[in-house]
């Protein structure tokens, strides 16, 4: 299998306060990989460091090398083509104070695209993919602050298809969606892995189940068990601790 991404020794801090510890992963191309374990185990640091949105955070710390398709992710100084690369879901919604349609053609427009077809084209394809287009094709115009939680959130990952990732990495994204939503979203991830790396957050850890090839268990800032999903929740674990947090013993 294809290394998509390979972390290597990867360290990070906030201050002082160590929060990811040595780890080392690989993610295969067209893989889902689900990431799970309990609060403030690292989970979302990780997926952050995979784009570089760390370099944000003013006192955040990270070490070691991540390469994306063998190539070290530190080599461009400007990150911006990294994170259209690796497009990234955040758990809380954050729709720009703008249209729905401004909102999913951001990015594109940003990269250059002027040619009305292909916006059109991308606007439809992306909210159709993130289970939205039906809610919203009649008011493409309106202001996307004003759509409930869950639409908001549906757009956000409608505005991380818009520049055609080749990861996309997913924190909680079905936190604030109903499940017949979520449902419907799971299944165009299940598309989408076909043409695309998925690494993905999750809480729930049904949704690691049904959506994951592998999972992966974090725990304390490391990655305490990785394997085949086959594997993982049928008892095939080297930490004990996975076993009890997946039957809900802990968390
Ligand atoms: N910007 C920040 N500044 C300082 N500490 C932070 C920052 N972001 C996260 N942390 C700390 O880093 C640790 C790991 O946090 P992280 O958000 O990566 O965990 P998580 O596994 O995603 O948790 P959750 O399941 O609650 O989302 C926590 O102790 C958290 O308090
Ligand atoms: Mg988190």
Not at 13 to 37: C, M, P, R, S, T
Not at 119 to 131: S, W
């Amino acid at each position: 299998m294809n290394k998509k991404i390979e972390i290597k020794n990867l360290t990070v801090n906030y201050g002082n306060k160590d929060v990811i510890h040595n780890l080392y992963l690989d993610i295969f191309q067209n893989e889902v990989l689900a990431i799970i374990g309990p609060a403030n185990s690292g989970k979302s640091s990780l997926l952050r460091s995979l784009n570089r949105m760390m370099d944000f955070h003013p006192t955040a710390k990270v070490s070691g090398d991540i390469k994306l398709d063998g190539e070290s992710i530190y080599l461009d100084e400007d990150s911006t083509f990294l994170r259209r690369r690796i497009g990234m879901v955040s758990p809380l919604p954050v729709g720009l104070p703008m249209s729905i349609r401004e909102n999913v053609l951001y990015a594109p427009k940003m990269a250059g695209c002027k040619d009305q077809g292909e916006l059109d084209f991308i606007m439809e394809d992306c909210l159709k993919k993130a289970a939205l287009w039906d809610e919203v094709k009649d008011r493409l115009d309106g202001l996307a602050t004003k759509l409930s939680g869950g639409q908001q959130q549906r757009l956000t990952i409608a505005r991380a298809l818009s520049h055609h990732p080749e990861v996309l990495c997913l924190d909680e994204f079905s936190i604030a969606i109903d499940p017949v939503t979520t449902m419907k979203i799971e299944a165009v991830l299940h598309e989408l892995k076909k043409n695309m790396t998925i690494v993905m957050v999750t809480n729930v850890i049904n949704q690691a189940k049904r959506l994951g090839d592998r999972t992966a268990m974090m725990l304390h800032g490391s990655i305490i068990d990785l394997d085949s999903n086959d594997r993982l929740f049928n008892g095939h674990v080297k930490d004990t601790r996975t076993k009890e947090y997946i039957e809900g013993l802990f968390g």
